[in-house]
Every structure is written in structure tokens, then in C-alpha cells.
């Protein structure tokens, strides 16, 4: 392992420090794993970011259909949130 000093404020180390006991470890042990989280995360990002814009580069594009079925599935229609909205086959008009 590479020891290295990172800086935060005051606040953050206070939280750490009050996580890292709750689960019975060090701070260097959270902290060690923050990091790995971020940087395996923002690494899955950034793939599927290069993912997305090769799509596109490519001329990849979803479908009306596609599209309308993924809103569908995750629409707010029948809740009263949206009226007048449900089921309109215009995904571009507001």
C-alpha cells in the first residue's frame, strides 16, 4: 500500500472519525475505502460515458419507440402529478 496525506476540512474529519468508530475501524480504514468507492465509480462513469458516445458516433440512437416505452414504465401518469400528460404519443411537444 502507498500511504499518502490527503487534506479535508475539519467537518469531514470529524465524521469520519465518528464513522470509523461506529463501525469499529481506523480512519485510515474508511477513508482507504471512500476512495477505492470513488474511483470505482467514477471509472464505471466514464466507461459507460466512452459507451454512450461511441453509440452515438456510430448513429445509435433509441428509438421513438424505445423511448416511449422506457417513459411509460417510469412515468408519473396516474398519480395526478402530470394531468393531461398520460399517454400523449408526442414525446417532444410539453
Not at 469531514?12 to 465518528?18: N, S
Not at 470509523?20 to 468507492?37: P, T
Not at 433509441?62 to 399517454?87: E, H, L, Y
Amino acid at each position: 500500500m502507498t500511504p499518502f496525506t490527503v487534506r479535508v476540512p475539519d467537518e469531514t474529519a470529524t465524521r469520519l472519525d465518528q464513522l470509523a468508530e461506529k463501525l469499529d475501524r481506523s480512519r485510515s480504514y474508511v477513508a482507504s475505502q471512500a476512495i477505492e468507492d470513488f474511483v470505482a465509480r467514477e471509472e464505471w462513469q466514464l466507461a459507460e460515458i466512452e459507451v454512450g458516445l461511441a453509440e452515438a458516433e456510430r448513429g445509435d440512437f433509441a428509438s421513438d419507440r424505445d423511448i416511449a416505452a422506457v417513459v411509460g414504465n417510469t412515468s408519473s401518469c396516474g398519480n395526478g402529478r402530470f394531468p393531461g400528460r398520460c399517454g400523449r404519443q408526442d414525446l417532444h411537444a410539453s
